[in-house]
């Protein structure tokens, strides 16, 4: 049965998913964009969309099981974030970089402010640093989007172009994240982009943590931080920035609601399904690609490999050598007391995967240029052939680069075991 809801100018209406919502009369403003009537707005599990009532309005409601409307005779966007948009438009600021721990708004603050920007005709780009939130492109992926109008959700917003991480956290990929964050901060400037809103991630407490903040606003050197906090609770990254940046902190919504682990699954599998929509098997070559965040490829060739199949016990398929890595594919696992003892005697790393461990693997793909084309899953190495088959909704028939990641994704979307880092 459907809710009908009459609100009055000012009030609000926190329509929470999986719902359904028409606007029947009136006007509304989700997120700074302005809705009329006959929009009609789908609000997935695991989000709410307050909608806040322009004038008198009438609003069709069908919820799920899940689903849920409150009317409230308030208006549930804070004045400071109205205040700060107004601020943007009228400044020089070009970059902003929102700072908070999870679930304060940062996506949503994002949003706001690229719907007020565009609508003032300010082309606006957004990057998505919230590799395990992402509202930008696929889950894992630094995003890059440029707006030009408003839009009810920034994942309607295209991708423009990513920096591929290939984990559901930044915790062990610092250093990729930084890298992410410079390429994609100059390729919206070479987008034209005149304002830059850059969304990051929850990861604000511990050494890590502080460390990737300091590094990404030293690298990004924004024109304005925002900080979105509760109480006082990432104070310690105010007091890093506010002698050298503009800095400002914003209220959080009262009426924002933490997302449970569940929920952000869910989020986060739907966008793996999105993402491997239409997918297809794609042969790449892969002496003819370059190999990111692998040692594959690094080392020459073994074409003799009887004395390490006698030292591990095992069957070896593939094996490369260099310098510093031994890199063995085996047909089964390798005790890890074999490999240390090997590793000591040749003094050097060794690494031993089976095929098992490498199906599945999340990876980024690019095309000769860098750009980034899409995600994929890998499905299988032909060693013999030097060919990778990988499960992709990617068009592009040229691959230039690929990433491995570090999860494994089922074709459902669901996230499997993590590769270790440095592991093959
Ligand atoms: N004023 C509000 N009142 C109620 N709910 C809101 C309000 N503003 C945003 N929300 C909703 O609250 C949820 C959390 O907000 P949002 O996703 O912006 O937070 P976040 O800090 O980006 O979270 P995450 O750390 O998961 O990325 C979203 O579903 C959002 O639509
Ligand atoms: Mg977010």
């Not at 984990?167 to 890298?179: A, C």
Request: net charge positive; aromatic share 6%.
């Amino acid at each position: 049965m459907p809710i009908m809801i009459e609100a009055e100018e000012g009030d609000s209406i926190l329509v929470s998913g999986p719902a359904k919502a028409s606007l029947e009369r009136g006007e509304v403003e989700l997120f700074g964009k302005r809705c009329t009537p006959k929009t009609e707005l789908k609000i997935p599990y695991g989000k709410c969309f307050p909608l806040i009532s322009l004038e008198n309005c009438l609003l069709k409601v069908i919820t799920g099981s899940m689903g849920e409307v409150k009317h409230l005779k308030e208006k549930v966007i804070p004045v400071d974030w109205y205040e700060i948009s107004e601020k943007l438009k009228k400044d020089e600021i070009v970059t902003s970089v929102i700072l908070g721990e999870i679930d304060v708004g940062k996506s949503s603050l994002a949003t706001f402010l690229t719907n007020k920007l565009t609508s003032s005709g300010f082309r606006t780009a957004v990057i998505d640093l919230d590799i395990g939130q992402s509202d930008i492109g696929p889950p894992g992926v630094i995003g890059l989007t440029i707006v030009k109008e408003p839009l009810v959700s920034l994942t309607d917003a295209p991708l423009i172009d990513g920096y591929f991480i290939g984990d559901n956290t930044p915790t062990g990929h610092l250093l990729q994240v930084i890298v992410g964050a410079s390429k994609m901060v100059k390729r919206a400037l070479e987008e034209k982009a005149e304002k830059i809103i850059v969304n990051t991630s929850g990861m604000v407490y511990g050494s890590a943590a502080r460390v990737l903040k300091e590094k990404k606003i030293e690298i990004i050197e924004p024109g304005l931080v925002i900080v979105l906090q509760r109480e006082k609770e990432i104070e310690h990254l105010v007091s890093m920035f506010k002698r050298r940046y503009r800095l400002v902190s914003l209220t959080v919504p009262r009426t924002l609601k933490r997302r449970s682990r569940e929920q952000r699954y869910f989020l986060r599998t739907s966008n793996y399904l999105r993402q491997l929509k239409n997918q297809r098997i794609l042969t790449i070559k892969m002496d003819e690609t370059g190999l990111k965040e692998t040692s594959f490829l690094t080392g020459r060739r073994l074409r003799n490999v009887e004395r390490f199949e006698k030292y591990l016990g095992t069957s070896i398929i593939y094996g490369e050598e260099s310098s510093d890595c031994l890199l063995l594919v085996s047909t089964s696992k390798v005790e890890k007391e074999r490999i240390m003892s090997l590793q000591e005697s040749l003094k050097k790393e060794v690494k031993v995967v089976t095929p098992p461990e490498l199906q599945n693997l999340y990876l980024g793909l690019e095309n000769r240029e860098g750009k980034f084309i899409g995600v994929g899953l890998l499905k299988r190495i032909d060693f013999n052939k030097g060919e990778m088959q990988v499960l992709t909704s990617s068009r592009e028939e040229e691959v230039g680069y690929v990433t491995f990641g570090y999860l494994k994704i089922s074709e459902k979307g669901e996230e499997l075991l993590k590769r270790k880092i440095g592991s093959f």
